[in-house]
C-alpha cells in the first residue's frame, strides 16, 4: 500500500469524504485544473486534525482549497493531498448581539445572506464575491470600496503539525489582498465578524444595487477566477490593460474580457499555459507602453 492509499484508507474511517485524481477543473471557478492526487473533504476538527497528522507522519504535502475562486491550478494539477473544509466548517451562527461566527468553508454568499436575515449590515460590499469565507479573510477580500479588515475581528486556526489558535485584531496584518495568513501554515477554521445592526430590506437593496453593478460591468457569466492584478497605486488595472489595446485579446481558450479588461475568461477549453501566457503578454505590454509593473492577484497552485 502506497503512502496515497493509506492516506485514503485513514481518511475514510475518519469520516472524511475522499477522490482520487480528482479533476480540479470540477473544483476552480476557472473550470481550469489537472487532477489533485487525493482531495479530502474534512467536516469536524477531529477529522481534520487526523488529517493533518497523517499528511505530516507521511510528509504528504498539503494544498487548502475554498471555493476555487482566485485560485489558477496547474494543468499537472496538485501533487499530494488537497483538502477542503465541509461539515461544521460551513456553519454560520450569531455570536453576541451583533456579531456572527462563520466557518472558513462557509461560502461567502451564504455569510453574506445570513447577515441580512439577520439584520445585521457591514457584509453588504462582499455580496457576489465569490469564495469561501476563509478565503475572504485569507486575501482581506473587498469590493466597492469596502473590505473584510472593515468586519473582520478575529480568525481561529490549525497549524500543519495539528495545533490550534486564533489571531485577532493587528495580528490579523489585514493589507490590500493579504493577511498573516497569506502564504503561510496556517489553516483557517472559523471566523468572528463584528457587523452593526440595520434593516433587511435596505441591506437587501444594498446587495442587489452592488450585484446590478458588478453584473453589468463584470464577465459574471464567464468562467474566471475574478480580478487578475492588483490595483496599481494611481491606475486601474483594467484601464491600463483596455488603454494598450488588449481587450478582447485571446491565447487559446483565455481571453481578456471584452465586458472588464482586469478580467481574464475561459472562453471554452483554455488551459493553465493559455492563461499564464496571456498573463505574460499584458505584463510585458502594460510595463512597456506605460511604465507600470502589474501584479498578479490570483493565486497558482503547483504540480
Given at each position: 500500500m502506497d503512502t496515497l492509499e493509506r492516506i485514503q484508507r485513514e481518511a475514510s474511517l475518519m469520516g472524511c469524504t475522499c477522490l482520487v485524481q480528482e479533476p480540479m477543473s470540477k473544483h476552480t471557478t476557472f473550470r481550469i485544473g489537472g487532477p489533485a492526487d487525493l482531495l479530502v473533504t474534512a467536516g469536524t476538527m477531529g477529522q481534520l486534525r487526523g488529517l493533518v497528522r497523517l499528511c505530516r507522519e507521511t510528509e504528504t504535502p498539503v494544498y487548502l482549497l475554498g471555493k476555487g475562486s482566485n485560485l489558477l491550478v496547474s494543468d499537472e494539477g496538485i501533487r499530494g493531498v488537497v483538502i477542503s473544509l465541509g461539515?461544521?466548517?460551513?456553519?454560520?451562527?450569531?455570536?453576541g448581539e451583533?456579531?456572527?461566527?462563520?466557518?472558513?468553508?462557509?461560502?461567502?454568499?451564504?455569510?453574506?445572506v445570513f447577515a441580512r436575515e439577520n439584520r445585521l449590515s457591514g457584509l453588504e460590499f462582499a455580496w457576489g464575491i465569490p469564495g469561501s469565507a476563509g478565503g475572504a479573510a485569507y486575501m482581506n477580500a473587498g469590493a466597492y470600496g469596502g473590505e473584510m479588515k472593515e468586519v473582520l475581528v478575529s480568525c481561529d486556526h490549525m497549524t500543519l503539525t495539528g495545533e490550534t489558535g486564533s489571531l485577532q485584531?493587528?495580528?490579523?496584518?489585514?493589507?490590500y489582498r493579504r493577511s498573516a495568513y497569506s502564504g503561510g501554515d496556517k489553516i483557517i477554521l472559523f471566523l468572528h465578524l463584528a457587523l452593526t445592526p440595520g434593516n433587511p430590506v435596505d441591506i437587501g437593496h444594498k446587495m442587489e444595487e452592488l450585484m446590478t453593478r458588478r453584473k453589468?460591468?463584470?464577465?459574471?457569466?464567464?468562467?474566471?477566477?475574478g480580478s487578475v492584478f492588483k490595483?496599481?497605486?494611481?491606475?486601474?488595472?483594467?484601464?491600463?490593460?483596455?488603454?494598450?489595446?488588449l481587450k478582447g485579446c485571446q491565447i487559446g481558450g483565455a481571453q481578456v474580457s471584452p465586458k472588464h479588461a482586469g478580467f481574464i475568461v475561459n472562453t471554452g477549453g483554455a488551459t493553465c499555459r493559455d492563461v499564464e501566457a496571456l498573463i505574460e503578454k499584458i505584463q510585458e505590454t502594460v510595463l512597456r507602453e506605460t511604465g507600470v509593473t502589474l501584479e498578479c492577484e490570483v493565486r497558482k497552485a503547483e504540480p
Open positions: 461539515g461544521e466548517f460551513t456553519s454560520v451562527s450569531r455570536e451583533n456579531g456572527i461566527r462563520c466557518g472558513a468553508g462557509a461560502s461567502l454568499a451564504s455569510v453574506c485584531g493587528e495580528e490579523l496584518a489585514l493589507g453589468d460591468r463584470q464577465p459574471y457569466e464567464m468562467p474566471s477566477a490595483r496599481p497605486e494611481g491606475y486601474y488595472a483594467g484601464t491600463l490593460i483596455e488603454q494598450c489595446g
